[in-house]
């Protein structure tokens, strides 16, 4: 049997990068135990959503049409309801991906003269759009939903007084993202995140409170819905999808937070009642019951990139040794160079797709041009191991995901042999 060291070498990897990661991975040994209690946890919690709602055989039945009466698709959002312990769950191939998810949750709960705070500074590029600080049709401004901002303080706390004083009558609903998304501020933790929503509505009782969750859901043993928010939001191309979901958005949340959410996703009237499931129920159960476990992989590989590239001297949010509340990791390498040589080694570690090279490109939603290297089974799919971000200063990369640790580590590993390879680091 070969072994491993040439295994790796016939990936493309030399023996001296391997021998730089396995040095670094020593020392992470009891952090990965800690993620992997955090999975088991999770996994319990799974586990426990699906037997107490009697999951069987008969949920992962094909619709199609109206998709009236369908108990499989009722059921699994019980089952992510009863997961985030939320009175009810909009869980659907219909919501198109985390804007989309985000944009019904807005516009469902938010009418012609309401204002939208977000506390903790600009939301994810795509929101810009949404919310209408871009201009764009159908934006919430154009339907009259005015929008206000308070930035986070320098050292990346919330600014309370600023906040306080942004809240007024016509604060109909507060945004709050936990992940840092493209910028380089910390992402929150649960327990922070449920600190600022119990202020919120202690300033405006009955303020509606929503947290973009995206890429933050199984991180922690907690989520933002245990902690107060009205709803939570995220896309299942990303972590509750467990890497199986081919599609799909979800909202939890309140009974009546939710209905709204329903009514804005089809009709006024239908709501939750119609929305055939097309045979894609058992890849969504799947994965749901995945996701602790694939997420405790990308966490791992999160950590070991801040690990490796951190110790060759570039910034990297969180840092080495933080405490994580997402699965990204920003590494700001410097220079559109290093970017490229960085994503070229995460596409040529992918199972799908590795013989291509990534090269920047503009995208809808985004404005300034954007690198991806992702070599996923489900395209676009950021629960998958890929690396992306803007071409603009500080040159950082935003490195998420991976199916297994096995593939995140290898795809560490190969980003760091082209930066070796052409010059634009030593080791
Ligand atoms: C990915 C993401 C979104 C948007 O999700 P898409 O599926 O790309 O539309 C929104 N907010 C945050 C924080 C995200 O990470």
Same mark, same amino acid.
């Given at each position: 049997m070969k072994e491993l060291e040439s295994m790796y070498e016939d990936l493309g990897v030399s023996r001296a990068v391997y021998a730089y990661g396995e040095k670094i991975l020593e020392d992470l040994k009891p952090r990965f135990a800690g993620i992997d209690r955090n999975a088991e946890y999770n996994q319990a919690k799974v586990l426990h959503a699906m037997q107490e709602n009697r999951v069987d055989a008969t949920c992962f039945a094909a619709t199609?049409?109206?998709?009236?009466?369908?108990?499989?698709?009722?059921?699994?959002?019980?089952?992510?309801a009863a997961t985030f312990h939320t009175e009810a769950a909009l869980v659907r191939p219909q919501i198109t991906c985390g804007t989309h998810a985000l944009a019904v949750a807005l516009s469902a709960n938010l009418l012609?003269?309401? #204002?939208?705070?977000? *506390?903790?500074?600009?939301?994810?590029?795509?929101?810009?759009?949404?919310?209408?600080?871009?201009?764009s049709k159908c934006s919430l401004k154009e339907y009259g939903v005015s929008y206000r901002q308070v930035d986070l303080l320098p050292d990346g706390n919330f600014d309370y007084d600023g906040i306080r004083a942004a809240i007024?009558?016509?604060?109909?609903?507060?945004?709050?993202?936990?992940?840092?998304?493209?910028?380089?501020?910390?992402?929150? =933790?649960?327990?922070? +995140?449920?600190?600022?929503?119990?202020? &919120?509505?202690?300033?405006? *009782?009955?303020?509606? &409170?929503?947290?973009?969750?995206?890429?933050?859901?199984?991180v922690e043993t907690i989520e933002p819905s245990d902690l107060g928010a009205d709803m939570i939001v995220g896309s299942l191309i990303k972590n509750p999808g467990g890497g199986l979901a081919p599609i799909g958005g979800y909202i939890c949340g309140t009974k009546e937070c939710v209905e709204r959410c329903s009514y804005r996703l089809s009709a006024p009237g239908l709501g939750q009642e119609v929305g055939a499931n097309l045979g894609l129920l058992p890849s969504l159960y799947q994965g749901f019951?995945?996701?602790?476990?694939?997420? =405790?992989?990308?966490?791992?590989?999160?950590?070991?990139?801040?690990?490796?590239? #951190? $110790?060759?001297?570039f910034r990297v949010v969180p840092n080495g040794s933080e405490s994580r509340h997402d699965i990204i990791?920003?590494?700001? /390498?410097?220079?559109?160079? $290093?970017?490229?040589?960085? &994503?070229?080694?995460?596409?040529?570690? @992918?199972?799908?797709?590795?013989?291509?090279?990534?090269?920047? %490109?503009?995208? *809808?939603?985004y404005d300034s041009e954007v690198v991806?290297? @992702?070599?996923?089974?489900?395209?676009?799919?950021? +629960?998958?191991?890929?690396?992306?971000?803007?071409?603009? *200063?500080?040159?950082?990369?935003?490195?998420?995901?991976?199916?297994? %640790?096995?593939? @995140?580590? /290898?795809? +560490?590993?190969?980003?760091?042999?082209? /930066?070796?390879?052409?010059?634009?680091?030593?080791?």
């Open positions: 199609t049409g109206y998709g009236y009466d369908d108990l499989g698709r009722d059921k699994l959002e019980k089952v992510y012609p003269g309401d #204002e939208l705070l977000s *506390p903790v500074g600009a939301p994810y590029d795509t929101l810009e759009e949404v919310i209408g600080i871009r201009e007024t009558e016509k604060t109909k609903l507060i945004t709050i993202q936990r992940s840092k998304g493209y910028a380089t501020r910390p992402s929150f =933790s649960v327990q922070k +995140i449920g600190e600022l929503i119990a202020f &919120c509505k202690s300033v405006k *009782p009955g303020v509606t &409170c929503m947290v973009d969750n995206c890429y933050g859901e199984f019951f995945l996701a602790p476990t694939v997420v =405790s992989g990308a966490l791992k590989g999160a950590i070991f990139a801040a690990n490796v590239y #951190e $110790r060759l001297g990791q920003a590494v700001e /390498l410097g220079s559109a160079e $290093r970017m490229l040589a960085f &994503c070229k080694g995460i596409q040529a570690a @992918a199972p799908v797709d590795s013989y291509v090279t990534p090269v920047p %490109w503009a995208m *809808p939603g991806m290297a @992702a070599g996923a089974f489900v395209q676009g799919s950021s +629960i998958e191991l890929s690396a992306d971000g803007p071409i603009r *200063p500080p040159y950082a990369v935003y490195f998420q995901g991976g199916l297994t %640790w096995y593939h @995140a580590k /290898l795809g +560490i590993l190969m980003s760091l042999q082209k /930066l070796v390879e052409q010059g634009l680091v030593a080791l």
